[in-house]
């Protein structure tokens, strides 16, 4: 019986794709969620102990939430309920505004799919647009694809019971909603810290790109300054102690200029990246200037320790790992670490048209780009009997891997990288460990690699990871082995289906474009904070306010007369100024034209991605 | 007034193409010049064309520095377009034509003072206005050009206003086309064949290897020299050509400046390429150009302004690809062999019919009677759609003007397509009746808003009806803009709109059925002609 409604919602529902209907099939089970009775009979339902909705009436509980809500009641306006429950709030706000104009997200599929299988058929009206089981940046961007038919603004409205229940989802929802508002007039103010050198470094540049193409304002602070003094310090003396405090004084130098660089530029957000340099006192400082701090720490927890001693002092810190990792944050201090996988960049990651004398140089039938780690040199004799070639930097002493090793060991830019990733056949993937043989039977998190080699549309093979199988799907996305001998195996085999490979790095790469690129990663992180901190807000630096302008201008000028209307307005984008004009009624002046038309510039550049 | 404004902020092979329009608009304004708004970079092409008293060069890169930071929109950003603003006004021009598609273009053009506009223009009072049946067009294209038989260039010259008259003959000083001759005097009294290697896009470009055997089959046959032109970039692909064909080769990449390389070609008799601005330029300079049509390049969009060129495309479903194409491999190189290429050039130099290709078919520019450019040669099945629209998108979208010369150029079956015109007339009477009854039940609520039937179902129309995907995509565009008509509410647009596609389906209703009615009296003529051969003559057995 329940499944008939399942299924007669999900046929009246018009606004589902053929996959979501598929998602809701798989995600229905009948012991989950826990569905009782209300005492006025209706369907309830309750996760690890928590009810949903009112155990009583539904209904008027629903009702009551209506009332609190402010609603605007323009027809350019996409409400997105965060939270479908069992939906009895989201059919009395369909009493008030057309279907069209609502939204419900809800996070877990099961739910949504129970609630389809208990509610009546016709309890959900047909062009009820639902996002169910996607992540929050995904989830965003299918907003964005429904603002296209013409919202100017979405407005989020809780419903509490599922932020009880899920209260990292909702709230990073809601955060991810509010920052991206804010994009649209200048963003957030982001002072991006790079590490000296190191494999976070190409990172911080996708970052940025990421940040900027969100709509965000970013400045980077290039550490890779510090970096000949660091070298120099290596070889001032043998005394390693000595070393370690003259570095210790070097990074707290470099942290200091993050102090200094953040009150100049008046950030909102200070973001370091993995090996940042960073103190504790530099956090607080931060902290006593209202300035939201994050730090992304993109390594392996049990490799490098540095995090005991600044995790503590973050607004957000990020992590690849989850599990144990997360619960040794916690011991030390951080309250909130949260999960954020690495990623790739799609504008360097990319399918590449190669010429025939590239494809000559960087191809082979297997190859590995990366550092010459113990378990890897390892591994990879077992390769030399195949078209195998390695590149990339510390593989001092190589032995007889000497005969596959590239350019003497010399470091591979990111732009060589990618060509070699296109021109391989099958890329092999072995994460790096310093103490087990071959695979590391507990390795959890998925180097960029991983997604780089995928965004590129380039086919591999992956050692076994804890996390892979919720980031690809096995065996249709991506190929995994657990030694030495299943990696030959494979390798072996596709290398004869050239199709198969073919389909399943294409279907990698749309994976990669759909989840799994800086751009989601950053979204998410920046959701986090506001999430957690609702009163976060720009503050607009660097951005000129009014007063600014007019005081430039000469008070008798006419773009002075223009920005009269925004005195007291705060800092101003060109978008925030052209948009007012553009609401404007009357002739325009020449001046206010003339920022109409540069702002037209300005939004082809950003549609260009050349601004 | 002073003289046109014409606002080209095009690449290269678009802005040559822009050339006829140009010399449309000059005609219209009694010969007395017209002002050229172009990239910086090519703004010298500005003084090639007769009709172009002077150029203003727009300098993107500065706008776009000036934008870059914080706050510097102000200062630099203003003082650029103030400038640029008053380089403008000084020909107080009456007349503007802008033919491109961005709104910052359109921006600009609503910014001229007291001018006329044709093409897209916006203004605050009336929002944005595609002035022109044909302005609309070309904006519907950027939703699908599948069903667009309409070369660049007669869109151009439709926007702009189409005027009759002799072709645009480019100006090059005597300087130019000695220094052509100094370059290509090695040649002595060899045939020329300019041959450019490169295309804005790396999916569009052939492999110099094909390239290379091309020239060797086409050497066999002919006593020729090959001049290679190009930018810089293309310097490592010509030495490629010169070392393997040893002789015969000028190599001119990255030695001419874009007045050289007209001047260069001219001097050619040939000219071999892939859909580019060289090409473009060839087929301005009346030239006959083999074009090489690979992923994006489609012959019906793009083919050479010149009759007698030939456009390559490969025999493969999924060209012309599109735009967002990042295929790896892409099959559409390998269809067209240098064999065909080579066929292609060398029945053009011997002046001989070209026989149908093999995996790929060969369109020669040829001039309908309407004036427009047409496809000849080999034709392929997905060209039914844009057969289709060739014969009867003047009918629909310029009624008043359909009247002169359309050729009976569709071949496909005018009964289905009737059924199907019927079907598709009901369905949007419903959808229509859908509107009204949604807006009587509204009157009485508070919400303004306003969501509309027939746009709800554009995708579903677009699935069942693919061949009248122009009428749709018009509507859609129409509802969206309201063309000129800000005044109006969101279901003011949408019913204005729905009359109109609603009198355009009865138009093409119309025109198919006397099409249909007209062919079949055509047929029993004919066949009463091959039973009774003297019939015509009035002579009797």
């Not at chain 1, 509610?119 to 009820?128: D, E, K, N, R």
């Not at chain 1, 056949?425 to 991983?450: A, E, K």
């Not at chain 2, 390998?334 to 019919?353: D, F, M, N, S, W």
Request: charged share 20%.
């Amino acid at each position: 019986m329940i499944l008939d409604n399942l299924e007669a919602h999900l046929e009246r529902l018009t606004k589902l794709s053929p996959a979501d209907k598929e998602l809701l099939r798989e995600s229905f089970r009948e012991d989950y969620p826990v569905v009782a009775q209300a005492r006025d009979g209706a369907a309830v339902p309750s996760v690890d102990r928590k009810t949903l909705h009112s155990t009583y009436n539904p209904t008027a509980e629903a009702q009551k939430w209506l009332n609190g809500l402010e609603l605007d009641r323009s027809g350019d306006t996409l409400y997105v309920v965060g939270g479908l429950g069992f939906g009895y709030h989201v059919r009395e706000l369909l009493q008030v505004v057309p279907p069209e104009q609502v939204v419900v997200i809800e996070k877990d599929a099961a739910i949504a799919a129970s609630a389809l299988a208990h509610q009546q058929p016709g309890f959900f009206p047909a062009g009820l647009q639902l996002i169910a089981g996607q992540k929050p940046p995904v989830a965003y961007q299918i907003l964005r694809r429904l603002q296209a038919d013409g919202f100017r603004r979405f407005v989020y409205l809780n419903h509490p019971a599922s932020t009880n229940v899920f209260p990292d989802y909702y709230n990073t929802l809601r955060g991810i909603i509010q920052v991206q508002e804010a994009a649209s007039h200048g963003g957030y103010k982001v002072l991006l810290v790079s590490p000296l050198y190191g494999g976070s470094l190409p990172v911080t540049h996708y970052v940025k790109r990421a940040l900027e193409n969100l709509g965000h304002r970013c400045e980077l602070l290039d550490n890779t300054a510090f970096y000949p003094g660091y070298q120099h310090l290596q070889e001032l003396t043998p005394n390693k102690q000595h070393t370690a405090q003259l570095e210790g004084l070097l990074t707290t130098l470099a942290a200091e200029t993050v102090t200094a660089k953040a009150l100049e530029v008046r950030a909102d957000l200070v973001l370091v990246m993995a090996q940042g340099p960073v103190t504790p006192e530099v956090l607080n400082e931060l902290r006593n200037a209202d300035i939201r701090t994050a730090f992304w720490f993109v390594e392996d927890g049990s490799a490098l320790q540095y995090w005991k001693a600044i995790a503590a002092h973050f607004d957000g810190f990020f992590v690849i790992q989850k599990g144990d990792f997360l619960k040794q944050l916690q011991s030390v201090g951080c309250q909130n670490p949260y999960y954020l996988p690495m990623a790739a960049d799609p504008f360097v990651h990319r399918p590449l048209m190669l010429s025939a004398e590239e494809l000559e140089e960087y191809g082979s039938d297997l190859s590995h780009v990366g550092a010459g780690y113990f378990n890897r040199r390892e591994f990879f004799a077992g390769l030399l009997d195949l078209d195998f070639k390695i590149w990339g930097s510390d593989w001092e002493k190589a032995g007889v891997l000497d005969q596959a090793l590239q350019r003497d060991g010399e470091r591979i830019s990111p732009e060589e990288t990618v060509k070699i990733f296109n021109a391989t056949r099958i890329n092999v993937n072995l994460h790096s460990s310093t103490y087990h043989s071959g695979v590391n039977p507990f390795g959890d998190f998925l180097n960029p690699r991983t997604f780089e080699i995928a965004a590129c549309g380039a086919f591999q093979l992956v050692d076994e990871r804890a996390y892979l199988a919720e980031n690809f799907d096995l065996g249709a996305e991506i190929v995994s082995f657990c030694d030495l001998n299943e990696m030959r195996e494979h390798a072996r085999e596709y290398l004869q289906r050239p199709d198969d490979r073919a389909a399943i790095a294409a279907a990698a790469r749309q994976r990669v474009l759909r989840e799994h690129t800086y751009d989601h990663r950053v979204l998410e992180a920046l959701g986090v904070i506001a999430g957690r901190y609702p009163d976060w807000v720009p503050r607009g630096g660097g951005l000129p306010t009014a007063e600014e302008l007019i005081q430039e201008a000469g008070v008798d000028s006419e773009l002075a007369q223009v920005m009269e209307r925004f005195v007291g307005r705060g800092p101003l984008t060109l978008e925030d100024v052209a948009s007012d004009i553009e609401r404007g009624e009357g002739n325009l002046n020449r001046t206010e034209a003339m920022i109409l038309l540069l702002n037209e510039f300005r939004r082809w550049g950003m549609e260009k991605g050349v601004m | 007034m002073g003289q046109p404004l014409v606002i080209a902020l095009l690449r290269l092979g678009d802005l040559l193409q822009s050339f006829p329009a140009i010399t449309d608009l000059n005609r219209t304004n009694g010969e007395a010049g017209v002002t050229l708004l172009a990239p910086k970079d090519l703004a010298p092409l500005g003084k090639l064309h007769p009709a172009v008293n002077k150029t203003i060069p727009f300098n993107g890169d500065e706008l776009l520095s000036a934008l870059l930071g914080d706050g510097n929109w102000s200062d630099r950003g203003l003082s650029y377009l103030d400038g640029l603003l008053k380089d403008i006004a000084v020909d107080a021009p009456g007349l503007v034509a802008n033919l491109t598609h961005t709104s910052f273009s359109a921006n600009l053009a609503g910014m001229v003072p007291h001018a006329r506009v044709r093409g897209r223009s916006y203004t605050r009072e009336l929002g944005s206005v595609s002035h022109g049946v044909w302005s609309c067009y070309f904006f519907s294209l950027l939703s699908s050009r599948a069903c667009n038989p309409f070369n660049l260039v007669d869109i151009f010259r439709d926007i702009a206003g189409r005027m009759p008259g002799d072709k645009t003959r480019l100006r090059l000083s005597e300087q130019q086309r000695q220094t052509a001759r100094d370059w290509l005097a090695p040649a002595g009294q060899k045939l020329k064949v300019a041959v450019a290697l490169g295309a804005n896009h790396p999916l569009r470009c052939w492999p110099v290897s094909h390239w290379i055997d091309t020239l060797k089959l086409i050497r066999q046959q002919t006593n020729c020299t090959f001049v290679l032109l190009g930018g810089s970039e293309e310097k490592p692909n010509a030495i490629d050509v010169v070392n393997n064909l040893k002789r015969d080769c000028i190599d001119l990449s990255g030695q001419t400046d874009l007045p050289e390389l007209a001047a260069v070609i001219d001097q050619c008799e040939l000219f071999l390429g892939h859909d580019s601005g060289p090409l473009h330029l060839a087929a301005m300079l009346g030239k006959t150009a083999v074009g090489v049509y690979l992923a994006m390049a489609s012959a019906w969009e793009t083919a050479a302004y010149h009759p007698g060129s030939v456009a390559i495309e490969p025999d493969i479903h999924c060209h012309p690809c599109p735009e967002s194409s990042t295929c790896r491999e892409p099959l559409c190189h390998r269809k067209i062999t240098p064999a065909a290429v080579a066929k292609a050039a060398l029945a053009v130099i011997q002046g001989e019919h070209l026989q149908p290709g093999n995996d790929c078919f060969y369109r020669i520019s040829r001039m309908a009677s309407d004036g427009r450019l047409d496809l000849a040669g080999d034709r392929r099945s997905s060209d039914k759609a844009r057969r289709f629209w060739r014969n009867f998108a003047v009918p629909v979208f310029e009624p008043d003007r359909a009247a002169r010369g359309i050729e009976p150029v569709f071949n496909g079956d005018l009964e289905d397509i009737q059924i199907q015109l019927r079907n598709f007339k009901n369905e949007l009477l419903e959808l229509i009746d859908a509107t009204l009854q949604d807006v009587r039940s509204r009157l009485s609520t508070a919400w303004v808003s306003y969501h509309d039937p027939l746009s709800a179902k554009h995708q579903e129309l677009l699935a069942l009806y693919p061949l009248f995907r122009p009428l749709l995509d018009f509507y859609h565009l129409e509802v969206q803009m309201g063309n000129g008509k800000s005044m109006l509410n969101p279901l003011e647009k949408t019913l204005n709109a729905q009359e109109t596609l609603l009198q355009r389906t009865k138009n093409l209703q119309q025109v198919v059925e006397d099409t249909n009615g007209t062919r079949a009296v055509s047929e029993l003529m004919h066949q009463s002609l091959r039973t009774k051969p003297y019939a015509r003559l009035g002579v009797t057995a």
